[in-house]
């Protein structure tokens, strides 16, 4: 019955994501792990047999809990809309930082009293 149940969340996810635009798109690639999120796109478009949803409902619980509480701790915070900057630059609030290299920074920011976000390299 559980596995029935999770067959029906993964089912109803991509219900919705098939109905979302590539922007809202990104936010599932960012909750999933690489493994769930390759399985839940191979699906193609939506099907409506929860059997579909088989081999992904097996990959994710073959997760390790470590794992798990790391999803729920740094990518659902991460996503998180009503999220506060955690410092800033210049004008823009830091949301994260979305990688760095030999040139710098690129940080997730929004500028003060703005819900848009932007890239800023630092």
Not at 16 to 36: E, T
Not at 60 to 68: A, F, P, R, Y
Not at 95 to 108: H, I, K, N, P, Q
């Amino acid at each position: 019955r559980f596995n029935h149940l999770q067959r029906t969340v993964f089912k109803t996810l991509r219900f919705l994501f098939s109905l979302n635009k590539k922007h809202d798109q990104y936010q599932y690639k960012r909750l999933f792990p690489v493994q769930i999120f390759e399985l839940f796109v191979g699906i193609g478009n939506f099907r409506s047999d929860p059997n579909a949803y088989k081999e992904i409902t097996n990959a994710w619980n073959s997760i390790h809990i470590d794992e798990l509480i790391k999803i729920k701790v740094e990518r659902l915070q991460s996503i998180n809309p009503k999220q506060e900057p955690t410092r800033f630059i210049r004008d823009y609030g830091v949301y994260e930082c979305l990688g760095s290299g030999a040139f710098g920074s690129v940080y997730r920011v929004a500028q003060r009293g703005s819900t848009t976000m932007y890239a800023l390299k630092e």
